[in-house]
C-alpha cells in the first residue's frame, strides 16, 4: 500500500512539475503578448498626440495668415458692408486661432501674451464693426491700431512657419510645467510684443483695469469693519483677514457665515451662510412675494437702495434672487445685486453685489428722443406683447448705456425681452427667457 | 486580448447607456436630488428605509424601494418609474440629476468636477474660490475663453492631469459651482491659485498673494 503511494508521489511530482512549467511558460507568453499590445497602443497614442498638435500647428499658422489676409482686404474695402464682413472675417479668424492655441500644449505664461493678444484683436475687430454699423467711421487712431494688428499678424505668421519648419512648436512629449517650472523667469517681460489696442470692448484692458465706482472714500479700519458686519448680521463678528488687489476687502465671520466689507466704504460685496436647503419646488404667489420681500429688507440693511426684483431661481433649498437697481423709474441693468434666501427660514443665505459695487453711480438723466409707439414699429411682428413697455439703461459695451425701451413678449412659446434705443429707434439687444422647473433666467 | 477589449467596451457603453436609461425610465441608483427626497420620505413615513432623508440614491434607498416594490406587487427593479411612483402616492418631477449629471447643465457639472477634484476637504468657500478662478480666467483676455477650454488646457489642473477630474462630485462641489457661476467670488478676481506647501514655480511664487483660503494662497 505504502509503495504504491510512493510511486504515485513519484510519478506526480515530475508531471505537475511540467504543468507548472508549461503554465508558467504558457502565462509568460500571454504577459509579453500583453506588454506588446500596450507598448502597440502607447506608441499609437504618442503618435496621435504629436500628429494632432503637428495639425494644430499647421492650422495656426494657416488661421493667422488668413487673418492678415482679412485685414489687408479690410485696408481696401470701402463700403461699410464690405468692412463689416471683413472685419467679422478677422473676428471668426481670431477666435479660431484662440481654440487652436489652447491646444498647444505650452506652458500658461508662454502662451498668455499671444492669446490676450489674438482675444483683443477679434473683440476689437467686433466693436468696430458695430461701430460702422451704427453710422461711425473709424478714426486715425483706428487706421494706426489695425496696421498694427496686421503686422503682428504678418510676423506672427514668419515665426510660425519658422517653428513648423524646424519642428519647434510643442507636441507633447515634452515635459511640461504649465507655469513654467521652477527655473523659468519670475520678473514679467519688459518689452511688450505686441500692440496695445485701445477700445471699447468685454476684454479691452481698460475693462481688465478698471476701477470701483461705488466703493470708494476713506479707508476704514478693522475695528469699522467688524462693527458692520455685526450691524449686518446681528451676531459677534471676527476678523479673518484682508483680501488685495483692484477692489480690497476686509473678509469676516459673523454667525456662521462669511462675508466681505470693501475697505473702502464698508460696502457688503458678498456674504454666504450654508442654508438650511429643505424646501423644493417651484415657490406659489405667496412664498414668492414673501421671498422677494425679506430680501428687499435686507438689501436696504446693506445700503442697496430702490432695488426692484427681476429674474429668481430656485436651488438647493434657496431662492436666488437678481436685484436691478431702479433710478427715477428707469431700471438700471449694470447694477445688480443678486441676494440668496433660504425658503425655509426666509433668512437671507447670500449676497452678491461686485456688479454693482464696479458700476454703482449717479447717471445723467435722459429723456427719450422717441416715444414707445414709435419704439414698437423697431419689434419684430411675431413677438406677441405681454407687459407694457418700460425705459431701462442697458449696458451696449462695457464703458458705454443706452436708454431703451423694454418690451416683453412671447414667440413660439417663448418669452423674450426686446431692447429698443430710445434716442436712434434702434434694436439693441435680445434675450431670451429660459424657464425650467428651477426658476427663469435670460440668455 | 480582443475579446477582452469587445467586453470591456460593452461593459462601457452599458456603463454610459445605465443612466440615460435609468434617467428615461424613473429614478434609481445613483439619482439625487428633489425626487429622491420625496422617495425617501415616503419610505421613511412608510417604514421600509431607515437611512437619513439625504436626496442620494445609495444602496440603502435601492434595498428600501426593492423591498416596496416586492410587498406592492410590482417589479422589484430598484428603480422608480411611473408606476412605483404612483405606488407611492408622488408624483416625479423629472428634475433630479442622474450620476451621469444630467439635470445639472453641462457647464455646472464640468466646473463641479474640477472644484470636487481639486479641492474636496477644503472649507466650502475654498471650493467657490476654485470655480471662480476658472471663471475669471474665462473672462481673461490671457486664457481660452470657455470653461472646458480653460479646464483642459494642458497642465493647467492637477486633477485634469491625474484624472481625478472623473470622480463624480458631491453635492457641495455641484452648490459651489452654481454658487461660482451665480458671480459668487470670494478671490476678488484672482487667476491663480496653489498650495504653497507643494508648489515649486518661480515664477507662481513670485506673484503678489492677495488671499489664502484653506490649504491654496490665491493670486
Request: proline share 5%.
Amino acid at each position: 500500500m505504502t509503495r504504491t503511494i510512493k510511486r504515485l508521489i513519484d510519478y506526480s511530482i515530475p508531471v505537475l512539475a511540467s504543468f507548472a512549467a508549461i503554465a508558467a511558460a504558457v502565462w509568460g507568453r500571454g504577459q509579453r503578448a500583453r506588454a506588446e499590445e500596450y507598448a502597440r497602443i502607447a506608441d499609437e497614442y504618442v503618435s496621435v498626440c504629436i500628429n494632432s498638435c503637428a495639425r494644430c500647428g499647421q492650422e495656426l499658422e494657416e488661421t493667422v495668415r488668413a487673418m492678415g489676409v482679412s485685414l489687408e482686404k479690410l485696408s481696401v474695402t470701402a463700403s461699410v458692408g464690405g468692412r463689416v464682413l471683413a472685419l467679422e472675417d478677422v473676428v471668426r479668424e481670431s477666435a479660431e486661432a484662440q481654440a487652436l492655441i489652447s491646444r498647444l500644449p505650452q506652458s500658461q505664461p508662454g502662451s498668455a501674451e499671444l492669446n490676450a493678444f489674438l482675444t483683443r484683436a477679434g473683440d476689437y475687430a467686433r466693436s468696430l464693426s458695430k461701430r460702422l454699423l451704427a453710422g461711425e467711421e473709424p478714426g486715425e487712431r483706428d487706421k494706426k491700431q489695425l496696421a498694427l494688428i496686421l503686422d503682428s499678424c504678418v510676423k506672427l505668421t514668419d515665426r510660425l512657419s519658422a517653428d513648423i519648419a524646424d519642428g519647434a512648436l510643442p507636441n507633447g512629449t515634452e515635459d511640461l510645467d504649465y507655469y513654467g517650472g521652477p527655473e523659468a523667469g519670475a520678473e514679467e517681460p519688459s518689452e511688450p510684443e505686441y500692440p496695445e489696442l485701445i477700445y471699447d470692448g468685454p476684454f479691452a484692458e481698460a475693462v481688465e483695469n478698471a476701477e470701483p465706482k461705488w466703493a470708494v472714500g476713506e479707508e476704514a479700519a478693522p475695528g469699522e469693519a467688524r462693527a458692520r458686519a455685526e450691524e449686518l448680521l446681528g451676531a459677534p463678528a471676527e476678523l479673518t483677514g484682508k483680501t488685495e488687489g483692484r477692489l480690497p476687502t476686509y473678509d469676516l465671520t459673523s454667525g456662521g457665515a462669511e462675508l466681505a466689507l470693501t475697505v473702502r466704504g464698508l460696502k457688503l460685496l458678498w456674504f454666504m451662510r450654508a442654508p438650511a436647503g429643505n424646501a423644493s419646488g417651484l415657490p406659489d404667489d405667496a412664498e414668492r412675494e414673501a421671498i422677494f420681500g425679506a430680501a428687499r429688507s435686507f438689501l436696504d440693511r446693506a445700503g442697496y437702495e430702490d432695488m426692484e426684483p427681476s429674474f429668481a431661481q430656485y436651488h438647493d433649498g434657496t431662492a436666488l434672487v437678481t436685484f436691478v437697481w431702479v433710478m427715477d423709474g428707469v431700471r438700471v441693468y449694470n447694477d445688480l445685486v443678486k441676494v440668496w434666501i433660504d425658503r425655509e427660514t426666509h433668512e437671507p443665505c447670500g449676497l452678491d453685489a461686485r456688479n454693482y459695487v464696479y458700476s454703482h453711480c449717479e447717471r445723467e438723466r435722459q429723456e427719450p428722443a422717441i416715444t414707445a409707439e414709435e419704439a414698437r414699429r423697431s419689434v419684430s411682428q411675431s413677438l406677441v406683447s405681454t407687459a407694457e413697455p418700460r425705459l431701462a439703461l442697458i449696458p451696449i459695451t462695457p464703458q458705454r448705456e443706452a436708454l431703451c425701451y423694454e418690451f416683453t413678449g412671447e414667440c413660439g412659446g417663448s418669452e423674450y425681452y426686446v431692447y429698443v434705443n430710445a434716442q436712434t429707434g434702434r434694436e439693441e439687444r435680445i434675450f431670451k427667457i429660459l424657464k425650467d422647473e428651477n426658476g427663469e433666467k435670460a440668455i | 486580448m480582443r475579446p477582452l477589449k469587445r467586453t470591456a467596451a460593452a461593459l462601457l457603453v452599458i456603463a454610459f447607456a445605465l443612466p440615460v436609461l435609468a434617467g428615461a425610465a424613473g429614478v434609481g441608483y445613483g439619482a439625487k436630488g428633489e425626487d429622491v427626497i420625496k422617495i425617501q420620505k415616503r419610505l421613511k413615513q412608510w417604514g421600509y428605509y431607515n437611512g437619513s432623508v439625504d436626496g442620494m440614491f445609495g444602496s440603502g434607498t435601492l434595498a428600501a424601494v426593492k423591498n416596496f416594490q416586492r410587498k406592492n406587487g410590482l417589479t422589484a427593479d430598484g428603480i422608480v418609474g411611473k408606476k412605483t411612483a404612483a405606488a407611492m402616492g408622488i408624483t416625479l418631477s423629472s428634475g433630479s440629476t442622474q450620476a451621469s449629471g444630467s439635470g445639472t447643465s453641462g457647464e455646472v457639472w464640468l466646473l463641479a468636477r474640477v472644484i470636487y477634484g481639486e479641492g474636496r476637504g477644503e472649507p466650502y468657500k475654498g471650493q467657490v474660490a476654485i470655480g471662480a478662478v476658472v471663471l475669471n480666467r474665462v473672462r481673461s483676455a490671457s486664457f481660452p475663453n470657455t470653461i472646458a477650454g480653460v479646464i483642459y488646457q494642458r497642465g493647467a489642473f492637477d486633477a485634469v492631469s491625474d484624472g481625478q477630474i472623473n470622480l463624480a462630485p458631491d453635492e457641495n462641489a455641484v452648490r459651489a459651482a452654481r454658487d461660482a457661476m451665480n458671480g459668487w467670488d470670494p478671490t476678488g478676481g484672482c487667476l491663480y491659485y496653489y498650495n504653497p506647501a507643494t508648489a515649486t514655480s518661480r515664477w507662481m511664487l513670485s506673484r503678489p498673494v492677495r488671499l489664502r483660503i484653506g490649504r491654496h494662497a490665491f493670486c
